[in-house]
């Protein structure tokens, strides 16, 4: 499967609701980011009597912005069926040393993400190469999207179009505005039917820039 790096925007058919898109142009700083798609890997963990299957991503991010910036990532899998999967969650660190093992060649500087997190230097030299593990999701799911924070700077505050003006306001329950991050939304669809998805390869449908 190749690496692919961050270019043209593609069109994204399923009815998988989108945030806010924001412009090709970043107005902050933004990481060289480039990732495969989506893959599964099979560990049987210890005290466990089945394997367990988890998707992951594996990524590599360059900092060519021209300043050292705080790299603190996140990633969010959502599928159409509105199952969310958290990057890492409940995730055991034999499935990260499984998946180093299987990319060795590749990603020889492959970390798990706790040792990739803070401020992340300038240049080649100091590129990090991890990789992003959910959990597996509903079988009846035809598609999906990553949600990839944390790789850029750019912020907007965008109105609360349902602002009550009469209440008072509050972050949690009146908002007047919210605070939307730049973020990378990646969308799959998953051939097949539940049994055939097991084992079904993702399309890739687009790759753009969002606001959430």
Known sequence: MGLFVLGLLGVFSTPLPAGPRTGLVPKSWELHFEFDDPQRITVKLPGSDQPQTYWYVIYRVVNRTGQDVNFMPSFRLVTNTLQVREGGDQVNPLVYDRIAARHRGQFPFFAPPYKITGKLLQGEENARSSAAVFQPFDPDASSFRVYVSGLSGEIERVPNR???????????????????????????????????????TPIRRSRLWVLR
Not at 172 to 182: G, I, S, T, V, Y
Not at 183 to 195: A, F, H, M, V
């Open 162 to 200: 349902v602002f009550d003006p009469g209440k008072p306001e509050s972050e949690d329950e009146n908002p007047r505005f919210f605070l939307m991050r730049r973020t990378l939304e990646i969308s799959y669809d998953l051939p097949g039917d539940p049994e055939t998805r097991v084992s079904a």
